[in-house]
């Protein structure tokens, strides 16, 4: 998982509330067995309509999202954080995000930023004005930078941060205890399953 420290990049306004997850990575795109590849298909159904804003040329490339309320309900697919991934995304700011979207987002390395509602209007009415205008999310100083230079300060959970800084998955974090796992183990290790022969 990549470590997330400062990105500063595009940010795309998505001035939409209650974004579900089907409408994140709709459903006919889930039967892939890996975990990439869903990208191309993230906002699918939205992405038919010509203003949509991942169509404009000037939100290429983003790396941040700013949604309005609500982010990620609906169904717990993890294929939802993973679509945001695959195309680019490494921030995703909003006034709330759904419990389980948000979660998964943080087990990839995507970071779910909360901001009050009027912190949240600011930076999708600068990044609607100037559109492909920068914007700086900084889990080190834990602040949010706007294009205009308002710092937008906002809280995290202090092992989920540390997780993102040090770029560390469940995996990395079940590895950092083999030698204790592995002391575990050999200390109940036992011969082969006991069978009794009947007469």
């Known amino acids: 998982m990549q470590p997330f420290t400062t990105v500063t990049g595009i940010a795309v306004p998505l001035d939409r509330a209650d974004v579900?997850?089907?409408?994140?990575?709709?459903?006919?795109?889930l039967k892939r067995i890996e975990r990439t590849g869903f990208?191309?298909?993230?906002?699918?159904?939205?992405r038919k309509e010509n203003d949509f804003p991942l169509n404009r040329p000037e939100y290429q490339g983003a790396e941040i999202l700013i949604a309005e309320r609500n982010f990620g309900c609906g169904s717990s697919r993890e294929h939802a954080p993973w679509a945001l991934e695959d195309f680019g995304f490494r921030a995703v700011i909003a006034p709330s995000l759904a419990d389980i979207f948000r979660t998964n987002c943080t087990k990839i390395g995507l970071l779910p930023v909360i901001l009050p509602e009027d912190q949240v209007r600011a930076l999708i009415e600068q990044t609607t004005a100037v559109p492909g205008a920068g914007v700086t999310v900084?889990?080190?100083?834990?602040?949010?930078?706007?294009?205009?230079?308002?710092?937008f300060a906002f809280s995290i959970e202090s092992d989920v941060r540390e997780r993102l800084l040090n770029g560390w998955d469940d995996i990395s974090l079940t590895m950092a205890q083999d030698d204790?796992?592995?002391?575990?183990?050999?200390?109940?290790e036992r011969q082969g399953p006991v069978t009794t022969a009947f007469a």
């Open 20 to 29: 579900d997850t089907d409408q994140i990575i709709p459903k006919q795109f």
């Open 138 to 151: 900084s889990l080190e100083n834990n602040e949010v930078i706007a294009p205009d230079g308002q710092r």
């Open 180 to 188: 204790l796992i592995s002391s575990y183990e050999s200390s109940r």
């Open 39 to 46: 990208g191309e298909f993230l906002f699918f159904d939205w």
